[in-house]
């Protein structure tokens, strides 16, 4: 919770005021939202159904009365100025009477359904309904010291957990049992839960960069990728290392110390004012340099907060500069098909003092 003693505070009312200014430059002179992340964000709300109405000088959370104490609760604890309405029926007539006199209202179009728009259509039928993408999502790139602190104690928890698991790999666990180790770790050592399904690939599972853990025990000298993160009050963490439990073969330890310099070649150019894409094209270059370009088949990154893969994307494609408060992880991998994958990933605060990673787990291959 926002209060909680040991958490720096989040300036959530702070947020409403310019995601009216954002919605706005989208053409709209109200938001209605329904991104369950962006309801928590403006809210504090963290229920599993809700919607938020941003008019030009309110803000509605419209739940049912399974959230009546927990939203009150909820945004009471994160000094959000909202009304709550609380409905069992459709929420219709609340958000006609909120949308009186508003004339260009926007929806979120990545999360509304084909028969929700049609709804809308008919509840807000004097409006006209205009397609946003990423209004709120583009407020949440820039992170407040509170939210940097739920993320950077998120990271710590992890590199507290892989620093437990890390002497486990010797005994040859399965992947799936290695995961488990790191998953209750997390869970232990504070954090409410896993940022997302971990994920331990070792051996040619290694080459498939997004593979589930199966039941295949961890051999000597195998390149293993753990990537894995842990969740605090709603935010994230997200790190991968790249392990290996006895010397792996000359080839696999190239893959891996390509990989590594690659990735502490992006985080370098993590600054305020570069440009996205450079950050990209350094990590790329690097294993380009190696004769290993097409085996790098991912973006090298994305912001991460209340989701693990959030805006902004940083890819060869990006076009905006990085920016103090952004956090985003730099990951580049190479992966090749029945013989090992290497990926090395941290999550990075861009801050005015250059880069600083929040994760901090060392970048030794061979654990002992
Ligand atoms: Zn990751
Ligand atoms: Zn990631």
Redesign the pocket.
Known sequence: MTGAPDLVPMDVAGRAGRVREAAADAGCDALLVSNLANVRYLTGFTGSAGLVWMGADELVLVTDRRYGSQSATEAGQAGASVRIEITNDSPREILAAAAAGASRIGLEADSVSWADQRQYAEWFSTAELIPTTGVVQRCRQIKDDGEIDRIAKAASIADAALAEVCPLLADGPTEKAAALALDTAVRRLGADGSA?AT?VAAGPNAALPHIRPTDRPIGVGELVIV???ALVDGYRS???RTLAVGEPDASARQVYETVRDAQQLGVARAAPGAPIAEVDKACRDRIAASGWADAFIHGTGHGVGLE?HEQPWVRAAADEALQAGHVI?V?PGVYLPGFCGARV?DTVLVSNDGPRRLTRSPKELVVS
């Open positions: 997302f994920i990537d894995f993160g997200d790190m991968t693990i992880t990951e990933e």
